[in-house]
């Protein structure tokens, strides 16, 4: 009997052991494992490739990254996941997609211990359902070779002759398209917004749902210009050695982007997350922020590289207008009606 006793008791910790491997078929157990959605750049080519191994050393855990697109689109994956969340952390919802992603409750909030040592200015949810990590200016990306006399202003840009010399991206799926749609409602008014968009469209040769799409078809030469950061010489500068891609924000002012990121709510593993959020506003994370997410970082300490010189800053900020999901639709409506017409 005490025999059959043993073999059963090896045998209810040996299927215990393996009811905690995660589903990875490495062997890790279920609460040592971070699933975290981000976008493209952050995972293939950006900040992820450098922080990432730290804090999978530090906690002994291991990291998945999946890549899900542009912020829009990590958003649109929670709602749809909602009840049975995949991630257990989001990376790159941004102020301009803060009110969907509390309206839609994807979030838990969580107030992390390490706030006190940021720039405070950063801090874009007071409802701590996200944590800011990095933050920018949006701006017109040029290039010097092909455009000389350079628009000082909306204004400019509008009455130029850049006929489909332009690319934007869509406001639906990715941060830098909203917040050029915020951006423009900010400096014209509703009253100016639809005006703006009909002046600019024939411009534009072609709107891409994110970033990365817009930035390579630019380099490829099909554009003269393109919607991105203000911080986008700085990596050109550090990683090329050249000065030829510049950025210019109109002087009707800037409209500053802060990245945040969130703990995904009923997530598989919500202690290990709130982990990688304190770990995001560390000196250990925040150092690799403007040599990989060609960003500002949130750390004040964090010494900037030399080609942040080449990052013009606005001569002041527009705030975003106050909205809701239901003001928002109605102007998104009336961009698709100037867009796509």
């Known amino acids: 009997m005490k025999k059959i006793i043993l073999i059963m008791l090896v045998l209810s910790t040996m299927l215990f052991a393996?009811?905690?491997?995660?589903?990875?078929?490495?062997?890790?157990?279920?609460?040592?494992?971070?699933?975290?959605y981000s976008y493209d750049s952050f995972a293939s080519w950006g900040l992820g490739k450098e922080a990432i191994p730290e804090f999978e050393?530090?906690?002994?855990?291991?990291?998945?990254?999946?890549?899900?697109?542009?912020?829009?689109?990590?958003?649109?994956?929670?709602?749809?996941?909602?009840?049975?969340?995949?991630?257990d952390v989001a990376i790159g919802i941004d102020n301009t997609f803060l009110l969907?992603?509390?309206?839609?409750?994807?979030?838990?909030?969580?107030?992390p211990n390490n706030l006190s040592l940021i720039d405070q200015n950063t801090i874009f949810d007071t409802?701590?359902?996200?944590?800011?990590?990095?933050?920018?200016?949006?701006?017109?990306?040029?290039?010097?070779?092909?455009?000389?006399?350079?628009?000082k202003s909306f204004e400019e840009l509008l009455?130029?002759?850049?006929?489909?010399?332009?690319?934007?991206?869509d406001p639906r799926t990715s941060s830098p398209g909203k917040g050029l749609f915020l951006w423009s409602m900010a400096a014209f008014?509703?009253?100016?917004?639809?005006?703006?968009?009909?002046r600019i469209k024939p411009k534009v040769l072609t709107i891409t749902s994110?970033?990365?799409?817009?930035?390579?078809?630019f380099l490829a030469g099909e554009v003269n210009m393109v919607l991105s950061y203000a911080s986008s010489p700085a990596f050109h500068y550090e990683e090329d050695k050249s000065t030829r891609y510049q950025a210019f924000i109109p002087s009707e002012g800037g409209f500053k982007q802060v990245e945040g990121a969130g703990?995904?709510?009923?997530?598989?593993?919500?202690?290990?997350?709130?982990?990688?959020?304190?770990?995001?506003?560390?000196?250990?994370?925040?150092?690799?922020?403007?040599?990989?997410?060609?960003?500002?970082?949130?750390?004040?300490t964090v010494t900037l590289p030399e080609g942040f010189k080449y990052c013009p800053l606005p001569t002041h900020d527009l705030e975003s207008p106050k909205s809701t999901d239901y003001f928002e639709e109605q102007w998104i409506n009336k961009w698709l009606d100037i867009m796509t017409k």
Not at 291 to 296: A, I, K, P, R, S
């Open 18 to 36: 393996c009811s905690k491997k995660s589903a990875d078929g490495n062997g890790a157990a279920a609460d040592s494992v971070l699933t975290i």
């Open 57 to 87: 050393r530090q906690n002994n855990c291991r990291v998945i990254m999946i890549t899900a697109g542009d912020a829009g689109e990590i958003l649109n994956r929670l709602i749809l996941e909602k009840d049975q969340p995949v991630a």
């Open 100 to 111: 969907k992603a509390i309206e839609h409750d994807v979030f838990q909030t969580y107030k």
């Open 127 to 151: 409802t701590f359902h996200l944590t800011p990590y990095d933050y920018g200016y949006f701006a017109f990306v040029y290039d010097s070779k092909k455009i000389k006399k350079v628009p």
């Open 159 to 169: 009455s130029s002759n850049f006929k489909e010399k332009i690319i934007l991206i």
């Open 189 to 198: 008014g509703e009253d100016g917004f639809e005006d703006f968009w009909k």
């Open 210 to 217: 994110s970033w990365d799409e817009a930035y390579t078809a």
């Open 263 to 300: 703990i995904v709510k009923n997530c598989n593993n919500p202690e290990l997350a709130k982990k990688f959020i304190e770990y995001m506003l560390t000196e250990d994370f925040q150092k690799h922020v403007p040599l990989t997410q060609w960003m500002y970082p949130v750390l004040p």
